[in-house]
Structures are given as C-alpha cells and as structure tokens.
C-alpha cells in the first residue's frame, strides 16, 4: 500500500450530504474482478449525461457540464471534499479504489460511513475528520475563482492553506502508523500466528460445533 | 455481578489479542459472494498466501444471476466472468460454493440462516453491508470490504477497535399490519442514517421480541441504513426453534451444549449501554419513503414534506435534491403517488414470510393496468420451492406478477433486472439512493404487503384499510 506522509493538492467541494457509495461508483462497475480501472467512473452518475458501463467506450461520454469535478478549477484536484455522513450505504471497496484511481489521496468531511472509512485506509487514501464549521469554511474558500490549495500532514494531524487557514485532527494511532509507513496488514497480523492458532485449538475443544466443515 | 451486554460478551469471547485498544477479532464465519471477492482471492495468489481455515466460508453467487432464463446462462459476459471467477477460485482454494444450478442458492443473508451456517455467538462477516442480517439470531455479523476479506482469507482474523453500544427498545406490540420493515425504516426515521454509526445496536422490547425469526433478520438487515454495521437481537426460543434440523446446525452430539450457551446470550440485565433509545410500537404507521435516503421515510397517510421544513440548511438542500430527483411535489399525499413497477425481494424482504405477506394481498386481484412490472423474486431456490408447494408461485401469476429465480435482482440492478430512467417502483429492498436500482430510477421502499398493494392499486394504499375489508 502507498504510504501518506504528508499531500498538498486542489480541493474539489462536493456540497453534499449522505453521499452514498452507489454514488461514488454505481453498481455496473462492480462486475469487474480488479482493482484498478475504476477512476473514469467516479460519480458516474452525476459526471455524464449518458449512462455508462464497462461496455461502453469511455470516449464517447458527455460530460455533464453542472457536475463539480468537470469544472477546470478541480480537474487535477486530490483532494476531496464532502459533507456529513460521507460513503454511507454498501461496502464496496470499489469506491475507495475510484477515488484513488482518479487520483484523491484524501477525503475531508465532518463523518464518513465506517466501513468506507476503514476500506480508505486500507488503499492509502486519508479519510480526515474535521468539525462542521471548520468544513464549512473550507466550503466557502474552496468555490473561489482560484481554488483552495491545501496541505495534509499526517504526522502532524493538520489540515492547511497557504493564506492561514490551519485545522488539526484527530485519527486512531494504529490506522495512523499503518497509513504514514505503508503498512499490510496481512503481514502484520502474520506475525501472531501462534497466538491465533492457541486460540483456535481452545476454541475447538470447547465449542466444536463451530468448526463444522460446510 | 457482571453487567455486560450481548455484544460485550460476543466480543470478548472472539478477542484473540489485543493492543491500544485495536483487537486481534476471531471470526467463526466468513460468508463470500461474487461482486466484493475476486480481488482478495487474487491478493491471496499474489502474496503467495493460502486461505487460513477454507470450512469456515460459505459462497453463493447472487448479485449477478439471473432471475429469468436461468438454465441459459449469464448473457452479459462480464457478469458470467465474474461469477466464474468465483467458481474458480472456491473450487482452487476448497470453500464450499452454493452454484447457481443449486436449488440452496440465493441472497447469502438469506441462504446463511436458512442453512444453519449462521449460528449465535458467532462472529459472522462478508463483504457486503447487509452481513448485519445475522443479527437476528445473536451473532455478531458486519460487512467489511474487499480488503479486508483478503484479511479474513489469510488470517481467520480482522483487525477492529471497538464500536460503542446502542441499544433501541421497540414498547408494546406494533398495530395489525404493521410489519418488521415498518418497524425499521421508522427506527431509521427517528435516528436518521448516520444515527447508528460507531455503534452496534442491539434490538429489544416486545415488539421485536413478537417478531418472526424472518422478521428479526429484516430489521438487523436495515441496521446499516441507520449507520451502524451489526445489529443484535437476543438469543430465545424462536432462535433456537429456528435452527434446529437446519443442515449446518450443530449435530446432536453437540446441539445441547450449543444450546446452554446459545441460551447465555443476552445481555445482563444490569448491563449500561452508551445510548438508549425507545419507540413506541403502537405508534409506528406503515412507512413508505419518499425521498433517495431510508430516512426520508414518512408514514402512508402523510405527506412528502415540505424542504423548507427541515431542520437546518443542509437537510433543507438535501430534501430539495431528493424530490427534484424523485419528481414529487411537496405536500403530495403519499396514497396519491403513482408507480410504474413492483419489486419484491432482497436480502430485506425476500423469505417466505415476506412472500405469504404479499401473496396475501394481491391472492384473487389483478396487477393495476398502469403498473408496467411486477416481479417477485424469492430469496433462495429453497424458498421458491416451498413458496411453489404453498401455491403462492400461482397466486402471484393469476394476479399478472413475475414469478422468478432467486439472487438479489432489482434491489440494486446489477444483473438485467432494473428500472428505466424515471421508473416508479414500490421496492421491498433497503436502498432508495439516486440510481440505486437503475440510473435515474425512483425507488420508494415499502414492506411486502405495502409492496404487493401498491401494484394492485397503482399507488401507495393504507394496508391497514385493505385489511380491514
């Protein structure tokens, strides 16, 4: 998994609440069997006037003019920014994996959905937490003609601009070390074999029906 | 004296280790489908890695198969890929899959319990939201993604801190009509859809004790439409009735300790919850939502609202959105809004008790001529035989619906079976999001019985008045 240091990067403002994860990614994307391929289709929905799927040829889409991320000012944004209740609805990793491949490193909201918050660490992308009236005033910077720049440190749990804004935030301590060192989880856990494996044999003899092969 | 709740006992028991407060979590069961699992199969291959316990997992292709046609196969080729790489990689690493010529396949919230693989006291995951189903039965079952089934593959683990606990007492018993679908969308009504989350909700009171064991997976199954990724409800007769004879039950040898045990999950009656909330059953309506999140939900005999009316700038946009997206009105009634299809299914509502509810009403009527669909598709292969051998397959064709095969269908689209831009459909299934069952498609969730009036009469009805006559 990439590690996140630190990012700086364009805000895009999405000015939405509750927005779900059959928005990020709509559900036809969900047939394919990778991991990648997924960034074009980001907001499919509410990015093209006509309907898309993995059958379509991407470059015959008509962009929809009113959606955010085809304004030029957020084109080449990563950093994504949204409203309460973030990634709520299906577990879909697709989602997180789409905003990584159209190139978003973080995501700032006042709450996200919790398996979408923890299928973002798992891709490198930072979910970050910050109080409703500090995303407010994110909001209103980040519709300007010049859009809003800022810098993530994680290390340092800030938020930044420039011209002075500065927010802190806090995050788990162990999602924190995993997200800054790039760590796989798998690996980690790896390293309790035995005491996994003692639990399982306990686990055996006094409850065997669990254990009944399917 | 200990003072712990359902979900503090489940949890300590699985905690195989644990460090700044991020536990090492045992899991009993990992349930696979076809969408969220070839990629962890292949980071299994590509790190060289096996699946750590292979009898611990159950897979059934659902979100992709087809309801109709089915001894033809996937016509869409990239649908058929993706349930051949899930043949393919149970067949490679040994994990028992339910195919879709099998009569046992169907939803995996549905086929789990109906099988027995879903036992109390387990801990229960698969990537998919609605895992929060096996709730029902005193597991504790969330939805994880795809990287972490990768985790679950490799390690028979997850890696979780400790969500707070919730609980939500449902007084008194609910009115005739109402249904366990009424129960949850005016749960999620009242908490809203971030309510729940950071928590796991257990449910109680009577109303929720008077349930069906089919009726206490639907309400688990929307616990994750309130936010929260498990819901609990405790262990009690119905519980144990539910799962005995079922086919991965414990056998004999084992069933009477299973059960003492089984029996122990509840939660003391001391025990201290971090939020507490209660309804009244006697006021809860029949809900139908109105909007493109489950909680824009009002009661059949309200109105869709007027945006103005809520509560801060931000719902004020939200429920601006929702109606222009849904293409209503502020202030419709609700019995005034016309539908153009009938979907009857999902994890939510597609057991048999879900389909003797909505056979009940459409028995010896005719679907609206207005009404361009109504498709009602069972759970399981297994449902669709009983409900076959109770005529309710008969009932529902006299009556002009489909009568298909089993898988997760209309609900979210993902096969052929969707909504056409600008479709009305009185859905039994859990998510009304923009899009969910088909681009630009409008999706009202209802319960059975709401469902099956609604194509009979062409709009919402009150089921309270028709079963009254």
């Known amino acids: 998994m990439e590690a996140f240091t630190t990012h700086s990067g364009t805000v895009a403002p999405l000015d939405r609440a ?91 909201a006042p709450s996200y959905a919790d398996i979408f918050f923890n299928n973002c660490f798992k891709n490198g992308v930072l979910p970050v937490v910050l109080k409703e009236e500090e995303v407010s005033a994110l909001f209103e910077n980040a519709g300007a003609d010049t859009p809003l720049r800022l810098t993530i440190d994680l290390a340092a749990q800030s938020v930044s601009s420039e011209d002075g804004l500065s927010f802190a935030f806090e995050i788990d301590p162990y999602l924190k070390d995993n997200l800054l060192k790039g760590l796989d989880d798998i690996g980690r856990t790896l390293e309790h074999v035995r005491v996994i494996q003692e639990y399982e044999s306990r686990r055996r003899s006094e409850k065997p029906w669990l254990f009944r092969t399917l | 004296m200990s003072k712990n709740t359902l979900f503090d006992k489940i949890w300590n028991e699985h905690c195989v280790r644990e460090e700044n407060g991020t536990a090492l979590l045992y899991i009993d069961r990992h349930m696979v489908h076809e969408v ?51 043949e393919k990689n149970c067949a490679d690493f040994g994990i028992r899959l339910f195919n879709m010529g099998d009569p046992r396949q169907g939803i995996v919230h549905i086929v789990g319990p109906e099988q027995g693989a879903t036992q109390p006291g387990m801990t229960i995951v698969c990537g998919d939201s609605h895992t929060s189903t096996h709730g029902a039965f005193g597991a504790l079952a969330f939805g994880i993604g795809t990287s972490e089934v990768e985790h679950v593959l490799a390690t028979q683990t997850l890696i979780q801190s400790k969500p707070k606990a919730m609980r939500i007492t449902v007084d008194g018993p609910v009115a005739p009509g109402i249904t366990a679908k009424d129960i949850v969308l005016a749960i999620i009504g009242e908490i809203g859809t971030a309510g729940g989350t950071g928590y796991v ?105 007027e945006p103005e009316q809520g509560a801060n700038s931000e719902q004020v946009t939200g429920w601006r959105n929702a109606l222009d997206y849904m293409g209503l009105a502020p202030s419709t009634p609700i019995t005034d809004i016309r539908i153009d299809k009938v979907f009857i299914g999902s994890c939510t509502n597609a057991r048999i008790e879900d389909l003797r509810a909505a056979a009940g009403i459409v028995k010896g009527q005719r679907l609206a001529p207005t009404v361009k669909l109504a498709m009602v598709v069972p759970g399981s292969g297994l449902i669709k035989q009983q409900a076959e051998q109770e005529g309710l397959d008969q009932i529902f064709r006299d009556a002009g619906f489909e009568w298909r095969d089993a898988g997760c269908s209309m609900c979210l689209g993902m096969n052929a079976d969707r909504l056409e831009e600008g ?6 299934s859990n998510r009304n999001f923009e899009g969910r069952q088909g681009k630009g498609g409008r999706t009202h969730l209802v319960s059975p019985a709401m469902a099956a009036a609604a194509g009979i009469h062409g709009h919402f009805v009150d089921i309270r008045d028709i079963q009254e006559r």
């Open chain 2, 201 to 305: 909700i257990e449910y109680a009171g009577q109303a929720i004790r008077d349930l069906s064991m089919e009726g206490r997976m639907t309400v688990c199954n929307m616990t994750i439409e309130a936010g929260a990724r498990a819901g609990l409800i405790a262990v009690d007769d119905k519980t144990v009735a539910y799962l005995r004879g079922r086919p991965y039950a414990p056998e004999q040898a084992d069933w009477d300790k299973a059960e003492r045990y089984w029996r122990s999950l509840v939660s003391d009656t001391d025990a201290e919850f971090d939020r507490e909330i209660t309804l009244q059953g006697h006021a809860i309506r029949p809900q139908v939502t109105w909007g493109t999140s489950p909680e824009m939900v009002a009661p059949v005999d309200a109105v869709v609202p």
């Open chain 2, 36 to 86: 969220t699992s070839p990629q962890a199969f292949e980071g299994l291959r590509m790190a060289g890695r096996d699946v750590w316990r292979a009898s611990a997992n159950l897979a059934v292709p659902d979100h992709n198969v087809p309801t109709i046609n089915r001894l033809a196969g996937i016509a869409d080729p990239v649908s058929r890929a993706q349930v051949e790489a899930l």
């Open chain 2, 423 to 428: 479709e009305r459909c009185a859905s039994t």
């Open chain 1, 18 to 108: 509750n927005v779900d994860t059959d928005a990020i990614i709509p559900k036809q994307y969900l047939k394919s069997i990778r991991r990648t391929g997924f960034g074009p289709h980001l907001f499919d929905d509410w990015r093209y006037l006509d309907a898309g799927g993995l059958d379509v040829d991407q470059s015959t889409r008509r962009e929809n003019p009113d959606f955010m991320l085809n304004d030029p000012r957020y084109r080449n944004a990563s950093i994504l920014l949204a409203r309460r209740n973030f990634g709520c609805g299906s577990s879909r990793e697709h989602a997180v994996w789409a905003l990584a491949g159209d190139g978003f490193r973080a995501v700032i």
